[in-house]
């Protein structure tokens, strides 16, 4: 398969289709619908589960087989169906209209594939295996979600605030340099994984006296 450029795209404010009701439908939706994009679904036979999602005004169903020029006024498309036929039909719309679209049973027929994802906040971690194998992708995805547990959202949106804190208060760059790279380095995601407030906020302290009472020499630009 291609040469794969990965992106982080906000879908938000844009509508995308998705042509299949079973259940590659059903997980390309659940992980769509975390985007706050429009989401339309084409298919005759549609899960129970999507149902309830259309029921619940979440995406917007038209329950019948995919006609030619469905596709328009969509920026990103998924198919996820089991007709190898019409999936080629789509496919060949699809590079005439130059929209985004991802083939379920012929990746390589499409010019988008989904990479497997872990989110902990604003720590988005994802990663593919270029089609060759998602179960290898599923597999990684499980150990690295036991190394960057749910204490990273905490830790990342304190290392953010640290920044914010000392791109203010820090007037030399090597001293924010070494205050940054001390607290990730530190063990203040262990401290917070074990709730242990108070400690956090000692280790901190700690850490921007240490920081603060050193002379730093050399250009900073070491690793
Ligand atoms: C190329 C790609 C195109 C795309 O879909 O974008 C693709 C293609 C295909 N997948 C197939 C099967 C399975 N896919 C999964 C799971 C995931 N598949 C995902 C992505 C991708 N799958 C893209 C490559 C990503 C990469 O390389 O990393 C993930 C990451 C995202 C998501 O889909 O949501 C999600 C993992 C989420 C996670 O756990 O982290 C499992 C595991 C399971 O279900 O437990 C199985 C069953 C086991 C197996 O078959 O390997 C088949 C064969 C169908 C058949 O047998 O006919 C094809 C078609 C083909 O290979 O031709
Ligand atoms: N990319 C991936 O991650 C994976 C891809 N696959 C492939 O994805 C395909 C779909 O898999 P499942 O969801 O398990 O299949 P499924 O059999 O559960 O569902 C197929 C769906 O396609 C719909 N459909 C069929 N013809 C249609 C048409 N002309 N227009 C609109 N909808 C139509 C059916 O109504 C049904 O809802 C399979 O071909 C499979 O090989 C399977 C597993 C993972």
Same mark, same amino acid.
């Given at each position: 398969?291609?040469?794969?450029y990965?992106?982080? /795209?906000?879908?938000?404010?844009?509508?995308?289709?998705?042509?299949g009701g079973g259940?590659v439908?059903l997980?390309?939706?659940?992980?769509?619908k975390e985007?706050?994009?429009?989401?339309?679904? &084409?298919? *005759?036979?549609?899960m129970? *589960? !999507?149902?309830?999602?259309?029921?619940?005004g979440?995406i917007?169903?038209?329950?019948?087989p995919y006609?030619?020029?469905d596709?328009?006024?969509?920026?990103?498309? @998924?198919?996820?169906?089991?007709?190898?036929? /019409?999936?080629?039909e789509?496919?060949r719309?699809?590079?005439?209209?130059?929209? +985004?679209?991802?083939?379920?049973?012929? *990746?390589?027929a499409?010019? +988008? =594939?989904?990479p497997?994802? =872990?989110?902990?906040?604003?720590?988005v971690?994802? +990663?593919?295996?270029?089609g060759?194998? *998602?179960?290898?992708?599923?597999? &990684?995805?499980?150990?690295?979600?036991?190394? @960057?547990?749910a204490e990273?959202?905490?830790?990342l949106?304190?290392?953010?605030?640290?920044?914010v804190?000392? !791109?203010?208060e &820090?007037?030399q760059?090597?001293?924010r340099?070494?205050?940054?790279?001390a607290? /990730?380095?530190?063990?203040?995601?262990?401290?917070l994984?074990?709730?242990?407030?108070?400690?956090?906020?000692?280790?901190i302290?700690? &850490?921007?006296?240490?920081?603060?009472?050193?002379?730093i020499?050399?250009?900073?630009?070491?690793?």
């Amino acid at each position: 398969m291609g040469n794969y450029y990965p992106l982080m /795209v906000d879908l938000s404010k844009m509508k995308c289709l998705v042509v299949g009701g079973g259940a590659v439908a059903l997980r390309k939706t659940l992980a769509l619908k975390e985007t706050g994009v429009d989401i339309t679904l &084409i298919s *005759p036979e549609i899960m129970a *589960p !999507l149902v309830q999602l259309a029921d619940a005004g979440e995406i917007n169903l038209i329950r019948r087989p995919y006609q030619k020029g469905d596709l328009e006024g969509f920026h990103l498309v @998924y198919v996820a169906i089991n007709d190898k036929k /019409v999936s080629e039909e789509i496919s060949r719309e699809a590079l005439d209209t130059g929209v +985004f679209f991802n083939i379920a049973d012929q *990746p390589a027929a499409g010019n +988008f =594939i989904v990479p497997s994802k =872990i989110q902990r906040g604003d720590l988005v971690l994802s +990663f593919s295996t270029n089609g060759k194998s *998602p179960i290898l992708s599923k597999k &990684i995805r499980q150990e690295l979600e036991e190394r @960057y547990g749910a204490e990273y959202e905490e830790f990342l949106q304190l290392l953010g605030r640290e920044r914010v804190w000392a !791109l203010r208060e &820090i007037e030399q760059i090597d001293q924010r340099k070494a205050y940054f790279k001390a607290l /990730v380095y530190s063990t203040l995601p262990e401290l917070l994984k074990a709730g242990k407030t108070a400690e956090v906020l000692r280790q901190i302290a700690e &850490i921007r006296e240490k920081t603060l009472s050193k002379e730093i020499g050399g250009t900073g630009n070491d690793k």
